[in-house]
């Protein structure tokens, strides 16, 4: 009996995938420069697809050397992955627009994520030749707080504090009496950037310095900003973004604060079940 039921389980699985290779599957994900690529190698570490190795965190779709399910990638901005999804038989989206997504009133159904030590650290940048300034490391201080720490356990999972040694908002080694009354103007994007820069906000004022939030809703104006001297720190990408973006743009930004990784996952579009795509959670 054991061995019949087996054998059903195996058919419906086998007759599931066959209809789904018949109508062709089709994957949204993002299509801006490392978070195509980092969505590619999830797929690939989940046995769906094979990447060719030179192309690296920037590969895209023409770089897969072996697509056995023959599954078509529909490549959208990041930011309009899951407006999508429902027109999708899968969706890869970013965590931070997952969760955007969530609180707007969308419903999303996670099917698994990113391994939890992602190399995707979301850092706060700044021009290399203000790294070592106490402003930065005033600015460092406060978003690497018990209090930022404490804030990510809210979101269960979606994004992760990478902090090992909490601060207490503060660096013994910075003169804050000479900050007084500056300002740190730093660009970012929504949830849950601009909220960590909240939290700093109020630390920061306890030493009466002033946190100039803008938040911006692409992945250039950030890096512009602060390249052209508009703001002094941004906050919204991950740090294989701000190598690549150096490196095709010259510029020289460095990290001063590593605070979170908001693991990329694989959503339910019109199909919910890993099958289809041959993966056994």
Avoid: W
């Avoid at 046995?47 to 529909?74: H, K, Q, R």
């Avoid at 994007?189 to 310095?209: C, G, M, Q, R, Y």
């Avoid at 973006?245 to 694989?266: D, K, R, S, Y």
């Amino acid at each position: 009996m054991k061995k019949l039921i087996s054998l059903l389980v195996a058919l419906v699985l086998t007759l599931s995938l066959t209809a789904a290779l018949a109508d062709g599957i089709t994957i949204a994900l993002p299509n801006d420069a490392t978070n195509e690529g980092r969505a590619l190698l999830l797929l690939q570490a989940y046995g769906v697809i094979t990447v060719n190795p030179e192309a690296g965190i920037t590969a895209t779709v023409a770089d897969i050397t072996d697509n056995p399910l023959n599954i078509s990638f529909n490549e959208v901005e990041a930011a309009m992955v899951p407006n999508v999804a429902a027109d999708a038989d899968f969706a890869i989206i970013n965590g931070n627009y997952a969760l955007a997504a969530a609180q707007a009133g969308q419903s999303l159904t996670a099917l698994l994520y990113e391994n939890a030590a992602s190399p995707y650290v979301n850092v706060v940048s700044v021009k290399e030749e203000n790294k070592d300034s106490d402003l930065a490391k005033a600015l460092a201080a406060a978003v690497l707080s018990q209090q930022v720490a404490d804030y990510f356990k809210t979101y269960e999972g979606q994004a992760i504090s990478v902090v090992e040694n909490p601060t207490d908002g503060f660096d013994a080694t910075v003169n804050y009496d000479a900050l007084a009354g500056q300002t740190i103007k730093v660009a970012c994007t929504l949830d849950p950037h601009s909220f960590v820069l909240e939290i700093a906000k109020k630390i920061l004022a306890e030493k009466n310095i002033t946190l100039e939030i803008t938040v911006v809703d692409d992945y250039i104006t950030p890096n512009t900003m602060v390249d052209t001297g508009d703001v002094f720190a941004n906050f919204f990408a991950h740090q294989p973004y701000q190598d690549d973006f150096n490196a095709q743009n010259g510029t020289h930004l460095v990290t001063i604060a590593g605070v979170h990784v908001e693991p990329m996952g694989l959503y339910a579009g019109k199909q919910s079940d890993l099958a289809v795509l041959a993966i056994s959670k």
